[in-house]
């Protein structure tokens, strides 16, 4: 063996050494060494996460973050689609607010709710989306929160019902068309 592969070697484990233990610091260690653990041992970890996964109440939780993951993209999606129309549409004096109106329902609204139909909403997310439907009607309508103007009084202005409303008249379309489908 010759001084280079000894140097080769001696770096090599030095770096992985190093590795290691920067890893082991972070706390996910464990890949690094599953591939050395006993299979019977790798056998056992996954069959107690399986059973972790197999639960109700895992499932539940499950079922919770990815309805609140839906939940705040469709909100993201839908406050973006709000901004980019502020300058064009919500700032533009020569609008009235029916057709200000208009396109909220067409741009904002739609993004909002595309699917929500199937969505099994709890009253906190319910409560979400009346609040961002709220601020965005605010915002269209030009009513500071130091107005002290009522959510009603926001609504019947706009011309537009609340959201618990427009939910619930989602679903009650849908479940029209799924009544009447040929079985």
Request: with cysteine; net charge positive; hydrophobic share 35%.
């Amino acid at each position: 063996m010759n001084n280079g592969s000894i140097f080769k070697t001696t770096t090599h484990t030095a770096t992985l050494t190093s590795f290691d233990k920067k890893r082991a610091q972070r706390n996910d260690w464990y890949p690094v060494y599953a591939g050395r653990l006993d299979p019977l041992l790798e056998t056992k970890r996954l069959a107690l996460q399986d059973f972790k996964d197999s639960s109700p109440t895992a499932k539940l939780h499950q079922t919770l973050r990815t309805a609140r993951n839906e939940l705040s993209t469709r909100i993201g999606k839908a406050a973006t689609s709000l901004s980019r129309l502020t300058k064009k549409v919500w700032e533009n004096y020569h609008l009235t607010n029916t057709t200000k109106m208009a396109v909220y329902k067409a741009c904002v609204l739609s993004t909002l709710l595309y699917e929500s139909e199937a969505w099994t909403t709890y009253s906190t997310q319910e409560n979400k989306l009346q609040t961002f439907h709220l601020r965005c009607l605010l915002r269209i309508l030009g009513i500071s929160w130091k107005d002290k103007v009522t959510n009603n009084e926001v609504l019947s202005k706009a011309g537009i019902p609340s959201m618990y409303t427009l939910l619930r008249q989602r679903r009650l379309r849908w479940l029209g068309h799924v009544h009447r489908m040929e079985e």
